[in-house]
Nanobody
């Protein structure tokens, strides 16, 4: 099993920044991808950014150039640095992990709320 615990959400004004943290623990040797997703009220959950074990990354078009996903190996934590936040970034942000060979995300955190005021 893998455990994921998010933190760092909050209320910020348009144009501000936040850094979300995803502390990982457990059977990490089999994890291939760690990703951030988000879900706004009344909308489907969407991928924001992912980082593969080979350190390659993928970003949603809506956050390219503003968000950055990176890992601190010593702390076994994956971060999502969010800059130039917009009201449309308001959502619950979830950390998720995928094992090698899996067709989907095997593990999810509890989510952290990000609210961007206009």
């Amino acid at each position: 099993q893998v455990q994921l615990v998010e933190s760092g959400g909050g209320l910020v004004e348009t144009g501000g920044s936040l850094r979300l943290s995803c502390a990982t623990s457990g059977r990490l040797f089999n994890v291939y991808v760690v990703a951030w997703h988000r879900q706004a009220p009344g909308q489907q959950r969407e991928l924001v950014a992912l980082r593969r074990r080979d350190e390659s990354t993928v970003y949603a078009d809506s956050v390219k150039g503003r968000f950055s996903i990176y890992r601190d190996a010593a702390k076994e934590t994956v971060y999502l640095q969010m800059n130039n936040l917009k009201p449309e970034d308001t959502a619950v942000y979830y950390c998720a992990a995928m094992d090698y060979g899996s067709n989907g995300y095997n593990y999810w955190g509890q989510g952290t709320q990000v609210t961007v005021s206009s």
